[in-house]
């Protein structure tokens, strides 16, 4: 039966599928950090030119001086007099550079995604084992991991087949997988292991026997993450190329071998340097957050249920809603750890029962964010209803789902909400015991 099926995979592979080019993306949107950004004065001959985005929708031209400290620094005329003006990066909505050219929207490219949200736009890829190099199209060059990668759509795909692509490889996933494009544009999921990838074909382990695969007969790779990686601020980086860098710092090099550069990191440590031309826009707001956990609780209860001091797991719990380290999957619904952390960015909220949590919405933010789970084996499964009300006003609801969450597919919340106005969080159960019910808001926070 082994041989047979690795027969089917071999023929399938060798089977001449026909491939149009993709289209070509392009953003002209950019982003940097409020925390971390550190940009070193310019001495460039060729100034930065940029747009500078407040919160409040006031919009600056002048040329970049500098990012640092939380201040960001750009050279201006005012009253026909040249002056430097200092904006707060806690107040600064976003950066745009003015000037670039933007790259050909036709060519077709390889798009890489990481399990921190990064897509680069490759202009070649390639690697083997823990060791992978990537450079985009914007000449960013990479070394990286499959620890990090998520999934790769390969180039040379019409519309059909790159849209299933994009399906199959969306989400976690428990093993590594090819997509082989079969006859009518209909994709198959190969479970095995990814060994490498060069610019002709993909080395793939298939029930123990290594298969080598040509590139032109797949829509892409998948890579095993089984768990969802937490959400953390970062700065945003576009380039012209319609790649996005979820960077945790940014910099710019006054001067190099190559001349002015900008620099950031990615989670891991990875190292990134892009030429000032090929950089789009920063957004100083995708950095600004207020975690749940930081602001004031008006209230925090329970609702009234004669089993409110039952035992959950053998062991006893608090039964309002309350914020507690943060762990990821199936931890964060099933097992939240009570351990103290000084952390807000740590915390996620558990309703150990059916509840309501209040508090008043941060000046300076528009939006609410988090993803709602629970364990897949909840002591009662009845459905669970979920509602963010401000003030008497109900933002959103889960009562048309039809189906009760769990770790493998959340409620993902995303809502408009207005500074200073009541924002309450209710948990409730159709079952006669509300114990076991138990509902955990992963990271919940507020931004602009």
Not at 49 to 64: F, P, R
Not at 292 to 315: M, T, Y
């Amino acid at each position: 039966m082994l041989r047979a099926t690795c027969i089917w995979l071999v023929m399938l592979l060798a089977t001449t599928v026909s491939l149009t080019n993709t289209e070509k993306h392009w953003s002209a949107l950019f982003a940097n950090n409020a925390v971390a950004a550190e940009l070193a004065q310019t001495s460039s001959a060729i100034p930065l030119k940029v747009e500078l985005k407040s919160l409040a929708g006031v919009t600056t031209e002048g040329e970049l001086q500098s990012i640092q400290d939380g201040i960001v620094k750009i050279r201006t005329r005012v009253d026909n007099k040249v002056v430097v003006i200092e904006f707060p990066v806690a107040e600064t909505a976003m950066a745009v550079m003015a000037g670039a050219v933007k790259v050909d929207g036709n060519a077709v490219v390889d798009i890489l995604k990481l399990s921190d949200g990064t897509m680069i736009h490759c202009r070649s890829i390639s690697g083997k084992d823990n060791t992978w190099s990537v450079e985009s199209e914007s000449n960013v060059s990479i070394t990286t991991s499959p620890s990090i990668m998520t999934s790769l759509q390969f180039r040379n795909l019409n519309k059909t087949v790159r849209e299933a692509a994009g399906q199959n490889a969306g989400g976690t996933a428990l093993t590594d997988e090819m997509l082989i494009i079969r006859p009518g544009d209909q994709i198959d999921r190969i479970p095995g292991v990814i060994l490498g990838l060069d610019e002709t074909s993909v080395s793939f382990s298939f029930d123990g026997q290594t298969i080598p695969a040509p590139r032109a007969k797949l829509a892409g790779l998948v890579w095993a993450q089984p768990e969802e990686s937490p959400y953390n601020p970062t700065i945003r980086v576009r380039t012209l190329d319609g790649s996005k860098w979820e960077a945790t710092d940014l910099g710019f090099l006054e001067s190099g071998e190559n001349g002015p550069m900008f620099r950031w990191s990615l989670r891991g440590g990875i190292e990134c340097t892009c030429k000032p031309e090929q950089v789009a826009s920063i957004d100083f707001s995708n950095a600004i957050v207020r975690w749940f956990a930081s602001i004031p609780v008006l209230e925090a209860k329970a609702f009234d249920n004669p089993f409110l001091s039952v035992l959950v797991s053998g062991r006893s719990i608090l039964l309002a809603p309350h914020f507690a380290a943060r762990t990821t999957g199936l931890e964060a619904a099933k097992e939240p750890s009570t351990e103290p952390t000084t952390e807000p960015s740590t915390k996620n909220l558990i309703f150990p029962v059916d509840g309501e949590i209040v508090a008043r919405v941060p000046d300076g933010t528009t939006r609410f964010r988090t993803r709602i789970v629970r364990p897949d084996d909840a002591k009662i499964q009845d459905k669970i209803l979920c509602e963010i009300w401000s003030n008497e006003d109900l933002l959103w609801s889960n009562a048309d789902a039809s189906v009760n969450t769990s770790v493998d597919a959340p409620w993902v919340v995303d809502v408009a909400v207005k500074a200073e106005k009541r924002i309450r969080l209710v948990v409730r159960s159709n079952a006669k015991v509300s114990a076991g019910s138990m509902v955990t808001w992963l990271q919940p926070r507020f931004s602009p």
